[in-house]
């Protein structure tokens, strides 16, 4: 056995590196000594990357340990040290792991040890602090990774490993992605960065449990979040079937769609669409006018601004407000279908595992508010009527696509949490919001074209985004004179949303900055941006609404048929004779009473792709 020795806080550790039989026994005496203690055991995994499911992915390293003593187990060496894991992984009844659905995932595809094994025994220390607060370094929060959160909660001085190892795979002529796939098993920086990882975990958790009972976090908040990381967990390990050859030709097509447009902004003087001042350079000489700048004092011509001049909405829809400019179409034509072609199709043809699935990462705790994310590939930033993507994602063999979707969702959270009578009125009617909104802002008039209606829409959304004047002008085409005057207005016809924004301001005011949700979670605000606070709390409700229609469709059995939650979207595969039976489980888990507003959803049933839930013929 190998130890390296290390101070954590001022006190030594111990980490022990497992090299034969013998210390094998000492490894399980160790861990019997724990369980008959009742102590919980931290732990992590080291891998060769991020990407679970792909081919020749390998487990390194397994550790184990607790706030004094780490155990490091190459399980790549060979049978006698995985099986050593997975017994003691098997028999821990109390273990601590910082993002626990990782290494879940790790242990349940490279030890065998199962996600439902795993989860009901587990405390996720990313899980505990991001309640705590849940802001990132850059936002003004102490982060959530385990560096920086045991920087500021055990040891000011702890290591950040991981740059040293960067520092290695750097003199190993290793990038990064390269360096923890091939760096030597028992490089001494390797096996103290896996064993810190341990120690600082453990120690991790008996500080947040304090910092749990101070500020009285309910436990209940904590169990459903764990729920939630696990029901992802399962989705993420399911999968989704890709049609690899459709995505092949997706993948070309983008490519030629990229050079088509590019070479048609090149017409316009544009060599470089990644050229910022070619790009504003050719718009002005056009006769546009460009007002809004970067922080470094250059013209705008980001997304916004040029979906803006193409007359496009966000979800790529023409507005109908002003001639569409060229070459702002070429631009953003081109940038979408090379961003698309790498992050979409490349990503499924790069993770395909060895059955033809692909096993997106479902982050359940993403947003400052709780939303949830996805990434390689972020699915949830697809348009919500693109067809071209998700006709590569398939239900199963003799399977068909369910969605269900909220409706409204934010709205009818911000009606509910701010009690809006007037919107009240109008959802328990069934009236649809937006037109019933331009009826109260601008009486009996007519409104060919819907604008009016879709300048209210924005200037809702705008409520709960926090979107001022100009960026609902952008959204919407409106100059910004009418949307003043219609943000004006729906201040007067909905009142309730400005005194229940005053009233959360002045609570978190009181409470040190922090805005406590009807969940109890907290979330602090920013100091010049407290008008967010309607932003966070509407955010949050909606996604504890999703959260809770989760744990019921896994309470109905219906885990199992589940993909993916994609914004305020449940994406299902089921057997076509068992398809209406599932739908309308799932239907049934989302629709409920928030605090007197129906919150409603309802579920279509498509053919096997998920394109055919958008209009899609397969």
């Known amino acids: 056995m190998r130890t390296h020795g290390y101070q954590l806080a001022g006190e030594p550790v111990e980490i022990h590196v497992v090299e034969d039989a013998r210390d094998v026994r000492e490894f399980e005496d160790w861990a019997a000594r724990q369980i008959m203690a009742g102590c919980p055991v931290a732990f992590d995994t080291e891998t060769t990357g991020l990407d679970i499911y792909s081919t020749g992915y390998r487990l390194r390293l397994a550790q184990f340990g607790d706030s004094r003593t780490a155990w490091v187990l190459p399980v790549e060496r060979g049978r006698l040290f995985a099986d050593a894991a997975r017994r ?19 242990a349940d595809r490279c030890l065998g040890v199962r996600l439902e094994q795993l989860y009901p025994r587990t405390a996720d220390t990313k899980i505990m602090a991001t309640l705590v607060d849940p802001r990132q370094v850059q936002e003004g929060g102490v982060g959530t990774g385990l ?24 003199s190993l002529k290793l990038t990064k992605a390269e360096g923890f796939a091939n760096i030597p098993l028992d490089h001494p920086t390797y096996e103290t960065y896996a064993g810190l990882d341990v120690l600082l975990t453990s120690r991790l958790l008996e500080a947040l449990e304090r910092v749990h009972t101070e500020l009285g976090i309910r436990p209940a908040l904590l169990e459903y979040e764990h729920r939630i990381a696990f029901i992802c967990a399962h989705m993420q390990r399911t999968g989704l079937v890709c049609d690899a050859e459709y995505t092949k030709a997706l993948s070309g097509r983008l490519g030629e769609q990229s050079e088509q447009y590019e070479h048609k902004a090149r017409r316009y003087g544009v060599e470089s669409i990644n050229s910022p001042k070619q790009v504003a350079d050719a718009l002005l000489g056009m006769g546009e006018a460009l007002t809004e700048r970067t922080a470094g004092g250059a013209l705008r011509v980001d997304k916004p601004v040029l979906l803006a001049l193409a007359d496009l909405d966000s979800s790529w829809e023409r507005i109908g407000a002003r001639t569409p400019n060229p070459l702002a179409d070429a631009v953003i034509r081109s940038k979408r279908a090379g961003k698309w072609k790498s992050a979409y199709a490349q990503t499924f043809l790069e993770t395909l595992d060895a059955s033809g699935r692909v096993h997106p990462f479902i982050h359940s705790l993403a947003a400052r508010t709780g939303r949830m994310s996805i990434t390689r590939p972020a699915l949830q930033t697809l348009p919500g009527r693109d067809v071209m993507i998700r006709r590569a994602i398939l239900a199963d063999e003799g399977h ?27 959802i328990l009617a069934g009236e649809d919001l937006h037109s019933y909104t331009r009826s109260l802002v601008y009486g009996d008039v007519d409104d060919p074209g819907g604008h009016l209606r879709a300048l209210c829409k924005g200037i809702g959304f705008g409520k709960i985004f926090g979107g001022g004047a100009s960026g609902v002008a952008r959204m919407t085409g409106a100059d910004e004179d009418s949307v003043r005057f219609a943000m004006r207005m729906y201040d007067r016809v909905f009142p309730e949303i400005k005194r229940a924004s005053n009233v959360w301001q002045r609570e978190a005011a009181a409470n040190g900055m922090i805005t406590k949700t009807v969940t109890g979670r907290r979330l602090p605000l920013d100091r010049d941006r407290t008008y967010a606070v309607v932003n966070y709390q509407v955010q949050s409700a909606a996604r504890d609404c999703l959260g809770q229609a989760l744990c019921d469709m896994h309470d109905a059995g219906l885990l199992e048929f589940l993909r993916l939650p994609v914004h305020d979207e449940v994406l299902a595969s089921a057997p076509a004779g068992e398809a209406e039976g599932v739908a309308r489980g799932i239907e049934k888990a989302m629709n409920f009473d928030l605090y007197g507003v129906p919150i409603t959803a309802s579920a279509d049933i498509g053919k096997r792709s998920w394109g055919s839930l958008k209009g899609g013929d397969y």
């Open 400 to 426: 068909v696509m369910i969605s269900c979707d909220f409706d409204a969702v934010e709205m009818r959270v911000m009606a509910a949490l701010a009690d809006v009578k007037r919107m009240k009125t109008a």
């Open 88 to 106: 003691v992984l098997r028999d821990l009844p109390r273990i601590v792991i910082h993002h626990a659905a990782f290494d879940w995932l790790v």
């Open 147 to 170: 560096k920086a959160l045991s920087a500021h909660y055990i040891d000011p001085a702890a290591p950040d490993t991981q740059e040293d190892l960067t520092g290695i795979f750097r």
